[in-house]
């Protein structure tokens, strides 16, 4: 088959690489235009766009899909079928419309659980042990339409996002080719989402990194590795030699003891874990702000430390 690839995100790498070398016409890339990024602001194409330079595939970047220009080079083109992965656009009916065979999805979430741009992140803030790849129709309402394959992985409790967005991206590509090979032979089975078991995984933003530790050590070691390495989880270290505030971002934990309540939550002990609302949580690395990832005992001897050190909530504003 005629396939078009439609992405922007990394997470499609695996699967571009599994196209390139199955026995279907590969024949186009549709991404977005270059963007600004880094400290110099300059503009950078996306991983996707970088891809298909490096292995001669052709490439249109497009700001919207939908526009007339988007629905002309879609019909240009010709395709079979459309592969949509981390592409940061809504492609409308009119689009889904024009190859044969439609359009599909590869999203990184057991669906129905997890619709939305930040599967992965949630599925570990909210503590799951499993979760998997969904390839699907494209429908008009976010990750509604119909399952055509799915596939698991187990959750280490030291997982954090980017261990598992790259073991999704793995697990995706051959479960992508097998797809294709069964849509074009007719013999995929097109399964309906119970609607009623559907959860949201809205898109991220940076409030949402900051700790409170007046939760239990689980939830903020969930929130912790769910986190990493954007937008990551957030806090202001007190010293108590010298009353400083010191703005950090918490890459890696493991819950010390899950029970015991505690008054105040954010309170270095003796033994240098935090106490949190329930439990303890043992910070094993974390990144001062505008330093490199460091443990926590090294960080701690730069910082006259002492009995009375604490974590508090790093505001929005850094403060």
């Given at each position: 088959?005629?396939?078009?690839?439609?992405?922007?995100?990394?997470?499609?790498?695996?699967?571009?690489?599994?196209?390139?070398?199955?026995?279907?016409?590969?024949?186009?890339?549709?991404?977005?235009?270059e963007k600004q990024a880094g400290r110099g602001r300059k503009l950078r194409a996306n991983d996707i766009a970088q891809w298909a330079g490096q292995n001669n595939v052709s490439l249109t970047t497009v700001e919207d899909i939908n526009s007339s220009q988007g629905v002309e080079l879609v019909k240009k083109l010709g395709p079979d079928l459309l592969v949509v992965i981390a592409f940061g656009q809504k492609i409308s009916a009119e689009i889904i419309g024009i190859p044969p065979k439609g359009a599909i999805n590869v999203h990184g979430s057991l669906l129905p659980k997890y619709r939305g741009a930040a599967p992965i992140n949630w599925a570990l803030i909210n503590g799951e042990t499993e979760t998997g790849i969904s390839i699907i129709t494209l429908a008009q309402k976010m990750d509604a339409g119909e399952i055509l394959a799915q596939d698991k992985i187990n959750i280490a409790d030291d997982n954090s996002a980017d261990i598992v967005h790259d073991a999704l991206a793995k697990l995706a590509a051959p479960l992508l080719i097998e797809t294709i090979?069964?849509?074009?032979?007719?013999?995929?089975?097109?399964?309906?989402?119970?609607?009623?078991?559907?959860t949201s995984a809205p898109k991220l933003k940076k409030?949402?990194?900051?700790?409170?530790?007046?939760?239990?050590?689980?939830?903020?070691?969930?929130?912790?590795?769910?986190?990493?390495p954007w937008p990551g989880a957030t806090a202001c270290f007190v010293s108590a030699g010298n009353n400083k505030k010191y703005p950090v971002t918490i890459s890696r934990t493991k819950v010390a003891e899950e029970k015991g309540k505690h008054d105040k939550a954010g309170l270095v002990n003796a033994q240098f874990d935090i106490d949190c609302g329930t439990g303890n949580?043992?910070?094993?690395?974390?990144?001062?702000h505008g330093g490199k990832i460091m443990d926590f005992k090294s960080f701690l001897n730069g910082r006259a430390s002492g009995d009375g050190d604490y974590f508090m909530p790093l505001e929005e504003n850094g403060q």
């Open positions: 088959m005629r396939i078009v690839y439609c992405g922007c995100g990394r997470f499609g790498i695996d699967s571009l690489n599994a196209l390139k070398a199955s026995s279907h016409q590969f024949v186009h890339i549709i991404t977005h235009p090979d069964k849509i074009q032979a007719g013999t995929a089975v097109y399964a309906k989402q119970d609607n009623s078991k559907a409030s949402d990194g900051i700790i409170d530790f007046n939760q239990s050590a689980r939830a903020v070691h969930n929130k912790v590795r769910g986190l990493w949580l043992k910070i094993l690395e974390l990144k001062p």
